[in-house]
């Protein structure tokens, strides 16, 4: 026993050691002892060498108009570059931005452009100049007008082309098909040609870069070829705002809008005067409004009334109705008793409907007044008066909210039946007729898939005619809180707002019913504070934040997520700060230029990817407003998805002032570079580091107006490890298929030309 015992001790410290060693192989991260961020940096001045100095001297002898001097100047930049790529030194990068000052100062409307075009061929040329003089050279009316010639012309190509492949390759499966789907395609896009505008967008936005260009450079020779195109698309142009404004004043004819069709159908005529179709327009809309302004005046014009036509037994109607609380109901019963057909018995019929209403005897107001709208207006006098009460959604909610829930149903069931033809077909501005025998293959193909449609139905949602539904309750409800048919209202717009997630307004609904259930009422009240407190999450306005979180732990006391408001209240206090710009550490990482001494100087432990010294948080670095910043550092427990663990610091104003113009230089070049890593704009970012940069960020702008939420967000961290690219090719290879005409193809079509941002100011 006692001969063992040695043998055993080794063994347990060596498990000991072991043990201890893997604790530190597992050591969770830590706090650096050294300061974060450095809070001394200087810098040396930059002495000027000979590349400055003649960089100088181009400056100034361009600047003066001397082109001898300036000439000299570049040369000698450029044997300075020539001498420094010899030697296997990198060139000084300048005489590619002198040659282009150079450039700048040639005399002539093109000439510029013209040498940047040579200038862009040499090969010393940085990305972010060679960006910037790319652009330059696009500047110019007759490329960009050529850009859209080229875009009306493939999309022209590209529907032509479509209109072919696309029946071809669905009928892989079912050849027998293929003539039909052809021919098909081919009506379709005959139609779609025949209707087209005159000019086209594209070649609208050409036309204006074509006058821009001979606006700009009247004497260039480009001018005498341009002349003829503009007249010509000019003359287009006219034909295309005159279809477009008829196509309006037609429409407004059908509706029975003569007042809109007069004003489009005028406007037609003076793009093109005396144009035949624009008269006949115009005629119909005036005859029409006269028409209308006839019946409107003789509405207006009273009849003298003739002998006997009110009778005295009248008088105790006319009097109940003048009393407050006259006896309208025993007065009109009385009148329509002794005479029901005569004179004025419409007229106690409607003043007995309208008591029955105020009596709480809805339906049989609403009844009465029905049956009443339904008499000839010519033989009654309150037929007109009756129909505008029952048939107006706002004065009879119960008939318009009926109305539109069985349009709803019936939407479903169409739905179910003809697919996205329920609401009818597709305009193509034929005649109506026309247009349903051209849909009628369509539609019966869509018929075959009504099976898989009825699957769906109980997961369909809201279509755009419960919409009218849900306003039709809100108008009952508003008012008549207390009427006859609000529990069934009320019930269905509660329901209503549950199924699309609106918990907020199904609470306010169901509050308002007299007998709610309180067990309902608490479920609701849950959901509901859950729907506020999500939506407080993404609200970027810090005090806007702060207001909902307020106002959750009021109106939802006693539910999780007032407890969670609070907690996240007291957070927004304690964090609270003027600004909250962050850098996250995807961002320091893609430019260590931020991170370096040049930026925030940060400490070299926090990016270099050993926990044991302390490392960076992904959230990065916070500018706080004023000097204040808050380095956001992986927490103790090593976990990089947890809280991190904040500490803040000052930096003097000369520091921050590099910061910020270091961020800034950093993210335009950027943006210059990748056209996917943008410069987006933030007014409120834009005015703290101007601030900072004048060494005003002491003056602390405290405003919630004046708080900015921006992120600056690396590359990886905003796309992931590979980012989507668009391909070059103008065409896709689409895969198709479809269970209601058994079809299944590949075919290759062709894209459309993407829009330019200004499309919008040419439709």
Known sequence: MTASRPSRAPSALALLAFGLAAAGCATPAATPVAPLVEREVRFSPRVPDVADRTAAEL???????????????????????????????????????????????????????????????????????????????????????????????????????????????????????????????????????????????????????????IERYPDAPEVSELQPKVEAAEAQFRVTQRDQALRVADRALAKGDVRTALVFSDRALRIMPEDPASLERRDEAAAGLLALRANQQRSLEAVPASAGAAPADARPLVIALLLPAGPIEAKAGALLERAPDGPLADEAAYALAIAHGEAGQEDYMWDELEELSGEDPSQSNMARHAAALAHDPKHNPWAAFRAARWRDRRNRALWVLVGPFYSGVRDRRLPEPLEWVFEAPSIVQSMMSAPLRLLELPWLGAMPSTLAVAAAARVYLARTPDGVHAAVVRDWLVDYEGERNNWIGALSVAQTAPDADLAELDRLRKLAGAQALDASSHEQNRAMRIGMLRMIIERFDGTPAATLAEQRLRDEIEVASAQRIRISRGFLLENPRVAGPRGLALAPGLLDGNPGNGELHPEGVVLLGGRELEICMIADAGDEDAAPHRQRQSISAAHLARLVSEVEEVDLHNSMVDSDDDFAPNAQRDVFFERARLGLADDVDTRATASSQYAYVGMRERYGVVRGRESILPFELVLSGSLTDVSLGAMPRMKAPRETPDAILYK
């Open 59 to 213: 400056a100034a002898a361009a600047l003066a108009g001397d082109p001898r001097e300036t000439a000299f100047a570049l040369r000698r930049l450029q044997a300075i570059d020539s001498v420094l790529v010899a030697s296997e030194e990198p060139a000084t990068g300048l005489a590619p931005v002198s040659h282009d000052l150079v450039n700048a100062t040639l005399d002539g409307g093109r000439a510029y452009r013209s040498a940047t075009l040579e200038l862009l061929e040499r090969d010393d040329i940085d990305p972010v100049t060679h960006e910037r003089l790319s652009q330059a050279a696009l500047d110019d009316p007759l490329v960009f007008a050529d850009a859209r010639i080229r875009d009306a012309r493939m999309l022209e190509f590209g529907r032509a082309f479509n209109a072919l492949a696309e029946p071809i390759g669905k009928s892989l499966l079912t050849l027998t098909l293929a003539p039909y789907r052809l021919a098909r395609s081919v009506m379709e896009y005959s139609v779609a040609l025949w209707q087209q505008d005159a000019l086209p967008l594209q070649r609208r936005q050409a036309l204006v870069h074509w006058k821009e260009f």
